[in-house]
Structures are given as structure tokens and as C-alpha cells.
């Protein structure tokens, strides 16, 4: 499981994965965000990633109970595979441009 679960449920669209990523990828474009470095951008996109997961257990668990509708838990989960293929792909990226960096020759 994912640390704590929160008990309130809240309807999870498949859009709201890219619209939480529009806002952050938005919000590192404005002129204060300028200043922010890249580790403070990466951590922002995880710690978004990752309570979109938690409200998606939390969404499912409910189901379970019958407090959720069937409808919810698909967006719910749907959503949240759709975020953690995306936090996937950007680990895939950063390690082969690790890689590549540590191969380069001084």
C-alpha cells in the first residue's frame, strides 16, 4: 500500500493527470519559477504523481466498500496508471541521459 490513505474520496477525471502536469510545466514558465532549479520542478511533478496514486487507492478501497461508483475507480485508476507510465518514461529519460553523461569523455 501507499503510506496513509486518506478516507475522503474525491472523483479522479483521466484529464486531471495532464492538467495537474500543465499547471506544473506552466508554473515552471513563469518568471519567478525561472530562478527554481530542475530538482525542485522533479520533486513537485513526484509529489503530484504521488497523491494522485494515494487518492487512487483511496478510490478503489471504496469501491470495494461500496461507497464509490464502478464509473470513479476506472477514472481513478485509469488516471493514476496513466501518471505512473508517465513518472516511468521521465526516470527512463533521466537515466539514459545519466548514462550517456557518464560515458562522455573529459
Known sequence: MIDSITPSISPVGPSSAAADLARAAAAAASPEAASADFGA???????????????????????MRGQASVQQVVDAVMSAEQTLQGAIAIRDKVVSAYLEL????I
Open 41 to 63: 520542478m522533479l520533486g513537485q511533478l513526484a509529489s503530484n504523481a504521488s497523491s494522485l496514486l494515494k487518492t487512487a487507492e483511496a478510490t478503489s478501497i471504496a469501491g
Open 102 to 105: 557518464s560515458r562522455m569523455s
